[in-house]
Nanobody, 129 residues
Framework: QVQLVESGGGSVQAGGSLRLSCAAS????????TVWFRQAPGKEREGVAL???????SLADSVKGRFTISKDYVRDILYLQMNSLKPEDTAMYFC???????????????????????WGQGTQVTVSS
C-alpha cells in the first residue's frame, strides 16, 4: 500500500515562495516516477514537475526557472520549491506516483495522469496579485 501526503500549501502574494512536501510510504517499486500535478478550477490537470528514481527531473515550461523539484531519500519526501509565484500558479497541487514505462531496459516517466495509480489528497496554493 502506497501513501502520499502533501503539505506546505498556503496563501502568498505574487512574487512569494512556498515549499510543498510529499511524504511517501509503502511499496517503492510501484512509485518509480513521482509527479507534482496541479489543477485550477475549471481547468485541466497539469503536470508541473517530475522526479524519477534514477534522479532524472523535469519541469513544465510554465514553471521553469521558478520551481525546483528535489527529494530527501532518507526521509522519502519529495519537495517542490516554488519561487516567484504568480496568480496563475493558484491551484490544488497533488503528488502522484506510479511505475515507469520500460522499453529496451530504459525507464521513462511521463506527465500523463493515467500512468499514476497513487495520489495524495492535495494541498491548496493561492497566489494573490
Amino acid at each position: 500500500q502506497v501513501q502520499l501526503v502533501e503539505s506546505g500549501g498556503g496563501s502568498v502574494q505574487a512574487g512569494g515562495s512556498l515549499r510543498l512536501s510529499c511524504a511517501a510510504s509503502g511499496n517503492m517499486y510501484s512509485r518509480y516516477c513521482t509527479v507534482w500535478f496541479r489543477q485550477a478550477p475549471g481547468k485541466e490537470r497539469e503536470g508541473v514537475a517530475l522526479y524519477s528514481r534514477d534522479r532524472t527531473t523535469s519541469l513544465a515550461d510554465s514553471v521553469k526557472g521558478r520551481f525546483t523539484i528535489s527529494k530527501d531519500y532518507v526521509r522519502d519526501i519529495l519537495y517542490l520549491q516554488m519561487n516567484s509565484l504568480k496568480p496563475e500558479d493558484t491551484a490544488m497541487y497533488f503528488c502522484a506516483a506510479g511505475p515507469a514505462h520500460v522499453r529496451d531496459n530504459m525507464h521513462t516517466c511521463t506527465y500523463d495522469d493515467d500512468d499514476y495509480m497513487h495520489w495524495g489528497q492535495g494541498t491548496q496554493v493561492t497566489v494573490s496579485s
